[in-house]
């Protein structure tokens, strides 16, 4: 069965750095992409990102541009959502979640259908930024 | 971006009886493929979101059909048909035609 299991909770100082992983299961990875989502304390849902794992492809929101880097590492199905100089407004906890739409460089933007969108999550990794 | 204003902010609801939420968007999610890409989720306390709904009307696996939604264009509804204990948590509506994805602001649902 899919499964999206995320590395475990952080503790980082302003202007720090995290990473935080997402390792998927039960399905092909590369024919998928993956969005993360963040939840601030009390707070709803934003989206900070995409990436297609079958060429690196990225699509950032544009508050987080230049501070957010998506990857992946297709010999282990891990993707994983770097986030620099941290400020205490990052606190929140982080998903991982299994997108549709991914990228193919000669055949351009290709999904695997709306049933797959968002259908997946990973259990979330808390990620505390305090001095 | 695309603006998802959910209302209410906040549900209390008798046991039994039904429960509606409405999720109005700022711009038509029909997608050029014409899908509407329209999901809506649960979060209960504690746990990650769980999805419900997906293109507007189409049913998850192990999802109750007391939940049901609808709509098109930029008006959708969910309801629940009758509320259980277990339907307390957060509701959100997400759309999926638009980059960037957004997200309803929330409903909370609650026993009365």
């Known amino acids: 069965q899919v499964q999206l299991v995320q590395s475990g909770a952080e503790v980082k100082k302003p202007g720090a750095s995290v990473k935080v992983s997402c390792k998927a299961s039960g399905y092909t990875f590369a024919r998928f992409g993956m969005s993360w989502v963040r939840q601030a304390p009390g707070q709803g849902l934003e989206w900070m990102g995409w990436i297609s794992p079958y060429d690196g492809k990225t699509h950032y929101a544009q508050r987080l541009q230049g501070r957010v880097t998506m990857t992946t590492d297709t010999s282990t199905n891990t993707a994983y959502m770097e986030l620099r100089s941290l400020r205490s407004d990052d606190t929140a906890v982080y998903y991982c979640?299994?997108?549709?739409?991914?990228?193919?460089?000669?055949?351009?933007?290709?999904?695997?259908?709306?049933?797959?969108?968002?259908?997946?999550w990973g259990q979330g990794t808390l990620v505390t930024v305090s001095s | 971006d695309v603006v998802m204003t959910q209302s209410p902010p906040s549900l209390p609801v008798t046991l039994g009886q039904p429960a509606s939420i409405s999720c109005r968007s700022s711009q038509s999610l029909v997608y050029s493929d014409g899908n509407t890409y329209l999901n809506w989720f649960q979060q209960r306390p504690g746990q990650s979101p769980r999805r419900l709904i997906y293109?507007?009307?189409n049913w998850d696996s192990g999802v109750p059909d007391r939940f049901s939604g609808s709509g098109s264009g930029t008006d959708f509804t969910l309801k629940i048909s009758r509320v259980e204990a277990e339907d307390v948590g957060v509701y959100y509506c997400?759309?999926?035609?638009?980059?960037?994805?957004?997200f309803g602001q929330g409903t909370r649902l609650e026993i009365k």
């Open positions: 979640a299994r997108d549709p739409w991914y990228h193919q460089e000669r055949s351009g933007w290709l999904t695997q259908g709306g049933q797959y969108y968002f259908d997946y």
């Open positions: 997400m759309q999926g035609t638009h980059w960037p994805i957004t």
């Open positions: 293109k507007v009307s």
